[in-house]
């Protein structure tokens, strides 16, 4: 068997190959790694950032509802009437309309379950 001698040439070249391809490997694979890395990293931040928008808008949302149904009876002009007139009529508006004013004094109850009725004001 012949022994092939490659020629010099060709040595020269894949010399030249191997030096400028290794350091393009390796910084492609650097380069990747932390372009990954950051995006990651953006992307925890921003879902933190995001995730801490929606809660204190829920939050806002929330209080915001609450002191609209606190206020509700106030705001229901309905129920005011029903509530301020002391006049006979009243009252048969009152049985019939019961449901409603259950469910009004249920939300006040609800949102503010330490309100009471001031004693005072029962005997006046």
Known sequence: MKKRFQSIGYKLLST?????????????FFFSYNIRKSAEENYIKDTKNTWQIVANNIEH??????????????????????????DN??????ESNSTMLFSYMTNIYS?????????????A
């Not at 030249?16 to 492609?28: D, E, H």
């Not at 009529?89 to 009152?94: C, E, L």
């Open 89 to 94: 009529s009243t009252f048969s508006y009152a």
């Open 111 to 123: 949102m503010t379950p330490e309100a009471t009725q001031n004693k005072d004001f029962l005997s």
């Open 61 to 86: 949302s929330l209080s915001t509802s609450i002191d609209v149904v606190n206020k509700g009876v106030y705001l229901n002009r309905t129920l005011q009437d029903l509530l301020f007139t002391r």
């Open 16 to 28: 030249l190959v191997a030096a400028t391809m290794l350091p393009m490997l390796i910084y492609c």
